[in-house]
């Protein structure tokens, strides 16, 4: 099994440019989850999907953020317009019906 | 709501010490838990899990029971290698993760 596939794993960009990270999920699993990961605030959910349909997005910072799911394989998060206090580490996960997540590799974002 | 408290780091031992990372949740109902462990420039990685009261989770020398009387998880491991260097996340799980800060763990040769 391929395990969650992420793209790009690194995206350098400039302020104010729109940023979108791909996430495709562990084939069979039904729950997809974003994540961001800082220094300073640590492991943040942003989003959590499940058979496609958004359920949480209440760690969404601001509508700067959005997230789509067009179907069970793949998903997206976009950044417009990216701000420096964006750059972070991007995690995408997958899971099954409540059983552990299995994580991506991440994307490494530097907005500059 | 759900939360895990685990101990702050970062934890720096000798090779072949005894590693402790204290973990507690406070949760409704009877969640899963997990330790999750994120090597340098990687991705997080499940280590163990346990799913009801006073199951025992194990894997590559590390432990975890799931203690519903203390509501801990506390994770162990008798001898650290270098390798073991890593960051390390309690978790609880009800529909999604709630991750614990994380502990940085440095084992020196």
């Known amino acids: 099994d391929a395990g969650v596939i992420q793209s790009p794993r690194h995206e350098v960009t400039e302020m104010g440019q729109e940023v979108t990270l791909r996430c495709k999920p562990i084939s069979g699993h039904n729950s997809l989850f974003w994540y961001r990961q800082t220094m300073m605030r640590g492991l943040e959910l942003l989003i959590y999907f499940n058979n496609n349909v958004p359920i949480d997005d209440s760690g969404m910072p601001e509508d700067r953020f959005s997230a789509k799911m067009p179907n069970a394989s793949f998903s997206t998060l976009k950044i417009q317009p990216s701000e420096p206090r964006d750059s972070a580490v991007y995690f995408c996960?997958?899971?099954?019906?409540?059983?552990?997540?299995?994580f991506g590799p991440g994307t490494r974002l530097t907005v500059l | 709501g759900n939360s895990v408290t685990q101990m702050e780091g970062p934890v720096t031992l000798s090779e072949e010490a005894f590693l402790t990372i204290n973990c507690t949740y406070t949760a409704t109902g009877y969640p899963s838990l997990f330790w999750y462990v994120q090597y340098p420039g990687e991705g997080l990685q499940l280590l163990l899990k346990a799913t009801k009261a006073d199951d025992k989770g194990s894997n590559k020398g590390f432990e975890a029971t799931y203690r519903k009387e203390t509501t801990s998880f506390h994770l162990e491991k008798g001898s650290v290698q270098v390798s073991d260097s890593a960051v390390y996340f309690c978790a609880l799980n009800d529909y999604k993760l709630s991750f614990g800060a994380g502990t940085t763990v440095t084992v020196r040769a």
């Open positions: 996960a997958s899971s099954s019906e409540y059983n552990e997540q299995f």
